[in-house]
């Protein structure tokens, strides 16, 4: 760690507060989250309904919120998308990719009476970033638990030689100025109106940042929203080469 | 594209993921310097069924659970504060062989590491896992880790038994069938060809891996045969071309280093280390590289930063090595400190044992005092050696009796050190870039002229022996050639190619008068001290090979004719 501070001329000390402080506040959101979902997960039929359940379930869903963002802070401070940061793709099998991402969801969905669905080729293997990938998807269905009804769909497919990932809700849809963040942040266009004063904007560059570092035969990764898709709301589309 | 409409919460899913390992019986061991993250694990482990957990809040505390018991599965933070981090508990372990084959060591860390991706420098965790962990996350990742320990199981067999090519073989068969490791199988199948002296099969496994996907491991790999075969400039364009794709893909850069070093070029390799070392700065071996490179090349104060760092590192690490206190007292000698020198040497006497330790520090004293300026205590330190190695006819390893020869010619004997460099000769006569350091020594003492001659006649004794007994297997003296490859042996101890011949006359002697199971010892016992000596030859695996095919059993083998490795004339 001393020696990355020496890579942040001008300010080391701070650069070395900020990390140890980092990684203390990473611990303390994972109690927080943990012994939420220790909580709202050992919940019977009499405490689900308590008027408190529904409280502690949003708790959880902001508590994630949080972890979503300090991780999105961190890689972006860590420079995600340049040859600076630990890029790591191997060949996964796609089950196990939906099967991590749905029990990271799991608690919070089930307190909110969310259900998930998924529709997946059980036996396809692709090559991607498990941990980077996995963090954008959890992210999404976060995302999702705002805008859905009460229904959230992944559902993975090989379409023209890329691999679709859809989070899709059964919400009335993201409002246009959403859509046009996550045009925004594919292109690049961080300065742009719509990209900085929507809430989501960190998420989408995030996401946009870390599609594109995916390339395989001059081809790269991207990501878009639309409206429609199985459920008719909401849908965060990822294309990975 | 056959998609099925599925719930993946369905308890279906992960029972069959998980079919065949239960891992509710394993024992588990927590290490986390945070109470609160230890009960969270906890409470994990509870809920996925596991009964038997133990937990530590330091590395140290880790490594007394870990002498005591075993454990099945060890979740280990990466920072875990003061002491020895999470990396160093990894390789303490594996040193230590505290871990069995089956065992998995999970580490942990609170975002997405950088010691995922840096290669082979580094030990390897079974896998990484990111904060916060959830069972799914959890059980995935330990299904996944048992299924890859599974089809590895038998590889890993072949590798500990050095049988290279069969588990090159065992490879393959497992590619077939397990299309998601195939890209983990193929890495490891060009290791077992370079291991099995094959580099151009290997090369061929790279190309393929290259041809569909651009991997640093495999772009490495390529360069690192390049550079084998001598072509140091290609292989350090290579090299460089990685670093500039990848900057924490420290595995390149200790090769760069190496290209550069095979190039003559001591200063860019110095400085690659250097950069090496501000990037992954916790590695024992490499700042006892630096810092070597540095004394090298009178950089002194990056020389100084180095020993120390590496000592610093290393009061925690099982790698901790002595060389980095002979270089520091070298280094407080030069700069005049010949206290603090004598400080160090005395430190390093008390965290190390063993002859070699006491000899090397002798002569290390040896050299501050000279440095330094004492020259009387220089010449007595020099007179107790002489007499040592008149009084013991064993010779130290290679470095140490450069180091002795420097130090006797330094306080002024000329015999005893011209002496041990020839005999350094002798057992490296074909190293010319060893010839080149020891003429510099001879330089040095002003003996430039005398010690290329003597050079000339230690390298002509040492092939006149060989070329000997590869005369007498020539002509059919196969008893004969035996009988004299093991006075030459007794004669040169440490030459590679006798040793290497040694072992092909006497497979040679069973191959056409059938095994004998005092040959057979005497031919195995040659190549394990090859390997101790000198691990990793190509030669060394094409004779363990070789050797395989003599073992005993119901079909004959095949009678084969191998070629010699001669020695050309002067």
Same mark, same amino acid.
């Given at each position: 760690?001393?020696?990355?501070?020496?890579?942040?001329?001008?300010?080391?000390?701070?650069?070395?507060?900020?990390?140890?402080?980092?990684?203390?506040?990473?611990?303390?959101?994972?109690?927080?989250?943990?012994?939420?979902?220790?909580?709202?997960?050992?919940?019977?039929?009499?405490?689900?309904?308590?008027?408190?359940?529904?409280?502690?379930?949003?708790?959880?869903?902001?508590?994630?919120?949080?972890?979503?963002?300090?991780?999105?802070?961190?890689?972006?401070?860590?420079?995600?998308?340049?040859?600076?940061?630990?890029?790591?793709?191997?060949?996964?099998?796609?089950?196990?990719?939906?099967?991590?991402?749905?029990?990271?969801?799991?608690?919070?969905?089930?307190?909110?009476?969310?259900?998930?669905?998924?529709?997946?080729?059980?036996?396809?293997?692709?090559?991607?970033?498990?941990?980077?990938?996995?963090?954008?998807?959890?992210?999404?269905?976060?995302?999702?638990?705002?805008?859905?009804?009460?229904?959230?769909?992944?559902?993975?497919?090989?379409?023209?030689?890329?691999?679709?990932?859809?989070?899709?809700?059964?919400?009335?849809?993201?409002?246009?100025?959403?859509?046009?963040?996550?045009?925004?942040?594919?292109?690049?266009?961080?300065?742009?109106?719509?990209?900085?004063?929507?809430?989501?904007?960190?998420?989408?560059?995030?996401?946009?940042?870390?599609?594109?570092?995916?390339?395989?035969?001059?081809?790269?990764?991207?990501?878009?929203?639309?409206?429609?898709?199985?459920?008719?709301?909401?849908?965060?589309?990822?294309?990975?080469? | 594209?056959?998609?099925?409409?599925?719930?993946?919460?369905?308890?279906?899913?992960?029972?069959?993921?998980?079919?065949?390992?239960?891992?509710?019986?394993?024992?588990?061991?927590?290490?986390?310097?945070?109470?609160?993250?230890?009960?969270?694990?906890?409470?994990?482990?509870?809920?996925?069924?596991?009964?038997?957990?133990?937990?530590?809040?330091?590395?140290?505390?880790?490594?007394?659970?870990?002498?005591?018991?075993?454990?099945?599965?060890?979740?280990?933070?990466?920072?875990?504060?003061?002491?020895?981090?999470?990396?160093?508990?990894?390789?303490?372990?594996?040193?230590?062989?505290?871990?069995?084959?089956?065992?998995?060591?999970?580490?942990?860390?609170?975002?997405?590491?950088?010691?995922?991706?840096?290669?082979?420098?580094?030990?390897?965790?079974?896998?990484?896992?990111?904060?916060?962990?959830?069972?799914?996350?959890?059980?995935?990742?330990?299904?996944?880790?048992?299924?890859?320990?599974?089809?590895?199981?038998?590889?890993?067999?072949?590798?500990?038994?050095?049988?290279?090519?069969?588990?090159?073989?065992?490879?393959?068969?497992?590619?077939?069938?397990?299309?998601?490791?195939?890209?983990?199988?193929?890495?490891?199948?060009?290791?077992?060809?370079?291991?099995?002296?094959?580099?151009?099969?290997?090369?061929?496994?790279?190309?393929?891996?290259?041809?569909?996907?651009?991997?640093?491991?495999?772009?490495?790999?390529?360069?690192?045969?390049?550079?084998?075969?001598?072509?140091?400039?290609?292989?350090?364009?290579?090299?460089?071309?990685?670093?500039?794709?990848?900057?924490?893909?420290? !595995? #390149? =850069?200790?090769? %760069? &280093?190496?290209?550069?070093?095979?190039?003559?070029?001591?200063? @860019?390799?110095?400085? $690659? +280390?250097?950069?090496?070392?501000?990037?992954?700065?916790?590695?024992?071996?490499?700042?006892?590289?630096?810092?070597?490179?540095?004394?090298?090349?009178?950089?002194?104060?990056?020389?100084?930063?180095?020993?120390?760092?590496?000592?610093?590192?290393?009061?925690?690490?099982?790698?901790?090595?002595? !060389? #980095? =206190?002979?270089? %520091? &007292?070298?280094?407080?000698?030069?700069?005049?400190?010949?206290? @603090?020198?004598?400080? $160090? +040497?005395?430190?390093?006497?008390?965290?190390?044992?063993?002859?070699?330790?006491?000899?090397?520090?002798?002569?290390?004293?040896?050299?501050?005092?000279?440095?330094?300026?004492?020259?009387?205590?220089?010449?007595?330190?020099?007179?107790?050696?002489?007499?040592?190695?008149?009084?013991?006819?064993?010779?130290?390893?290679?470095?140490?009796?450069?180091?002795?020869?420097?130090?006797?010619?330094?306080?002024?004997?000329?015999?005893?050190?011209?002496?041990?460099?020839?005999?350094?000769?002798?057992?490296?006569?074909?190293?010319?870039?060893?010839?080149?350091?020891?003429?510099?020594?001879?330089?040095?003492?002003?003996?430039?002229?005398?010690?290329?001659?003597?050079?000339?006649?230690?390298?002509?004794?040492?092939?006149?022996?060989?070329?000997?007994?590869?005369?007498?297997?020539?002509?059919?003296?196969?008893?004969?050639?035996?009988?004299?490859?093991?006075?030459?042996?007794?004669?040169?101890?440490?030459?590679?190619?006798?040793?290497?011949?040694?072992?092909?006359?006497?497979?040679?002697?069973?191959?056409?008068?059938?095994?004998?199971?005092?040959?057979?010892?005497?031919?195995?016992?040659?190549?394990?001290?090859?390997?101790?000596?000198?691990?990793?030859?190509?030669?060394?695996?094409?004779?363990?090979?070789?050797?395989?095919?003599?073992?005993?059993?119901?079909?004959?083998?095949?009678?084969?004719?191998?070629?010699?490795?001669?020695?050309?004339?002067?």
């Amino acid at each position: 760690m001393e020696d990355q501070a020496e890579d942040h001329e001008g300010a080391p000390e701070l650069f070395l507060f900020l990390a140890s402080t980092a990684h203390d506040m990473k611990n303390s959101i994972s109690v927080l989250s943990g012994t939420l979902e220790g909580l709202l997960g050992g919940a019977d039929d009499k405490d689900v309904s308590h008027p408190a359940y529904p409280q502690l379930a949003q708790m959880l869903y902001q508590t994630k919120r949080l972890n979503d963002n300090l991780i999105q802070l961190l890689a972006l401070y860590k420079q995600v998308g340049k040859p600076e940061y630990p890029f790591d793709p191997r060949p996964q099998h796609i089950g196990e990719l939906v099967q991590q991402v749905a029990s990271q969801a799991k608690v919070l969905l089930e307190s909110k009476k969310i259900i998930l669905q998924a529709d997946f080729p059980q036996d396809m293997v692709w090559t991607f970033d498990e941990d980077l990938i996995i963090g954008m998807l959890t992210q999404a269905i976060n995302n999702a638990v705002r805008y859905t009804h009460d229904t959230i769909r992944i559902a993975v497919a090989e379409s023209a030689g890329f691999l679709e990932i859809r989070v899709e809700d059964n919400g009335a849809g993201f409002p246009q100025a959403m859509i046009d963040a996550g045009v925004s942040a594919m292109s690049g266009n961080i300065t742009g109106v719509n990209f900085m004063t929507n809430s989501s904007g960190l998420g989408l560059y995030f996401a946009s940042e870390v599609a594109k570092m995916h390339k395989y035969r001059q081809r790269n990764g991207s990501i878009h929203l639309e409206n429609g898709g199985v459920l008719g709301g909401g849908a965060f589309v990822v294309r990975l080469p | 594209m056959n998609s099925a409409l599925t719930n993946a919460l369905h308890p279906a899913a992960v029972a069959a993921a998980a079919a065949n390992i239960d891992w509710t019986e394993k024992r588990y061991l927590i290490v986390d310097d945070f109470v609160g993250i230890r009960q969270l694990l906890r409470e994990t482990l509870r809920n996925l069924g596991a009964k038997h957990f133990d937990q530590a809040a330091s590395g140290g505390e880790a490594m007394t659970m870990l002498s005591k018991t075993h454990y099945d599965v060890v979740l280990c933070d990466f920072n875990l504060g003061d002491g020895k981090n999470g990396q160093q508990v990894l390789e303490e372990c594996r040193i230590r062989n505290l871990l069995t084959p089956s065992s998995v060591f999970l580490m942990v860390s609170a975002e997405k590491s950088v010691e995922s991706v840096m290669g082979a420098a580094e030990q390897q965790p079974d896998a990484y896992i990111i904060k916060p962990i959830t069972e799914g996350v959890l059980l995935t990742r330990l299904n996944r880790v048992w299924q890859k320990k599974q089809i590895f199981r038998e590889i890993d067999q072949a590798f500990v038994e050095k049988d290279y090519l069969r588990a090159a073989k065992l490879c393959d068969e497992q590619i077939a069938v397990h299309k998601l490791h195939a890209i983990d199988l193929l890495r490891m199948k060009a290791t077992l060809l370079l291991k099995a002296g094959e580099p151009d099969k290997a090369r061929a496994v790279y190309e393929q891996v290259l041809d569909d996907r651009e991997y640093n491991w495999a772009r490495t790999g390529l360069a690192k045969i390049r550079m084998n075969n001598g072509d140091h400039e290609a292989a350090r364009q290579m090299f460089q071309g990685v670093i500039a794709e990848n900057r924490f893909y420290i !595995d #390149a =850069y200790d090769q %760069l &280093a190496t290209a550069y070093q095979y190039m003559g070029k001591l200063e @860019e390799s110095c400085d $690659v +280390l250097e950069k090496a070392a501000k990037l992954s700065p916790n590695s024992v071996v490499r700042q006892r590289r630096l810092g070597l490179a540095a004394l090298k090349l009178n950089n002194i104060p990056l020389a100084e930063r180095a020993f120390r760092k590496c000592i610093a590192i290393g009061e925690y690490s099982i790698m901790k090595t002595v !060389d #980095a =206190y002979f270089g %520091l &007292a070298r280094i407080c000698g030069q700069k005049n400190d010949a206290k @603090e020198a004598l400080q $160090v +040497l005395a430190l390093a006497q008390r965290e190390f044992t063993g002859e070699l330790v006491q000899l090397r520090a002798k002569i290390t004293e040896g050299l501050v005092y000279h440095e330094s300026g004492d020259y009387r205590r220089a010449r007595k330190t020099g007179d107790e050696l002489e007499e040592m190695l008149n009084d013991d006819p064993e010779r130290p390893d290679t470095p140490t009796c450069m180091e002795l020869a420097t130090l006797l010619f330094a306080v002024g004997v000329k015999d005893a050190p011209a002496d041990l460099l020839c005999y350094v000769i002798r057992n490296n006569h074909d190293n010319m870039v060893l010839l080149d350091e020891v003429q510099d020594i001879f330089e040095k003492a002003r003996m430039g002229e005398e010690g290329a001659e003597l050079i000339k006649a230690a390298r002509k004794e040492a092939a006149d022996m060989m070329n000997k007994g590869v005369l007498l297997w020539k002509t059919g003296k196969l008893a004969e050639a035996v009988a004299w490859m093991r006075t030459a042996r007794e004669a040169l101890p440490n030459n590679m190619r006798i040793l290497f011949n040694s072992a092909q006359i006497l497979i040679s002697h069973m191959q056409q008068n059938g095994y004998n199971r005092d040959l057979m010892d005497e031919a195995n016992g040659v190549l394990m001290h090859v390997d101790r000596i000198a691990p990793g030859q190509q030669r060394f695996a094409q004779l363990i090979e070789q050797l395989a095919l003599l073992m005993p059993r119901k079909d004959p083998p095949p009678i084969e004719n191998f070629g010699f490795d001669e020695e050309g004339g002067e």
